[in-house]
DNA sequence: TAGGCCATCTGGTCCT
DNA sequence: AGGACCAGATGGCCTA
């Protein structure tokens, strides 16, 4: 990890303590595997607090209680969107584990991984392309159907510079044609991959 | 200080 | 109805 703010404590926490909804401020997920998410325990006693409510008149019950059930539901949906980013974040983390950097504790950001990952597989396919045609061409000798041909490839939508680097390939598989945001989309993050 | 990156909140939409 | 997913807004932290 380099050095970037961890976890800025979530702004609105003062005003879930107005409402008298905060729970203490969510730890961060300390994996991707726990799931010893924050039970989001703070709500679902709207209900045993309108048990209590039973004491007093309907008047005040409808509005309030609609406005409090509406928090409620809104600060569970926040728990589970925090718990989803945090998935996604660990699984772009053990994306980054797997993609050489330089230097070797460099840390790449989210669109740099996902770039970086997307050159690299294409990387990694065009080197067993290659090494399989080589063996395809042995086979070819020796017999019809001995080729890697069938395998899909990134590579057939990228640019076919036959010596560029890994990392040249600036064309998203999406848009063979690659318009000038595509490449820049995904162009290669600068100044991470060696000198 | 501006710009980049990030985490979080929020409301909308779709799906089960 | 409730959860998942998404995109926009907001504010904090860090670096050039």
């Known amino acids: 990890m380099l050095v970037k ?4 404590a979530p702004p609105a926490e003062d005003e879930l303590l107005l409402l008298g909804l905060a729970s203490p401020a969510p730890s961060l ?7 010893e998410e924050e039970e989001d325990d703070d709500e679902e006693e709207e209900e045993g607090e ?15 209680a609609a406005q409090r059930l509406k928090r409620s539901r809104r600060l569970k949906a926040n728990n589970r969107e ?20 330089f230097p070797e504790d460099a840390k ?7 770039r ?5 597989i294409w990387a990694l396919t065009e080197t067993l392309r290659l090494a399989g045609g080589a063996a395809a061409a042995a086979a070819a000798r020796a017999g019809p159907d001995g080729g890697l041909e069938a395998s899909p490839s990134p590579a057939s939508s990228c640019s076919p510079a036959p010596s560029a680097s890994p990392y040249a390939c600036t064309l998203s598989p999406a848009s063979p044609d690659g318009s000038a945001s595509d490449a820049e989309h995904w162009a290669p993050p600068r100044g991470r991959f060696g000198p």
């Open 108 to 114: 790449l950001t989210k669109i740099e991984t996902l």
């Open 116 to 120: 970086f990952a997307h050159n690299y």
């Open 82 to 101: 925090r718990n989803r980013m945090h998935h996604l974040n660990a699984a772009l983390d053990a994306l980054r584990d797997v993609l050489p950097t």
């Open 29 to 35: 997920p300390s994996s991707a595997g726990d799931e």
């Open 5 to 8: 703010a961890e976890s800025p």
């Open 50 to 64: 309108e048990e209590a409510g039973k004491r007093r008149p309907g008047r005040c019950r409808t509005a309030e």
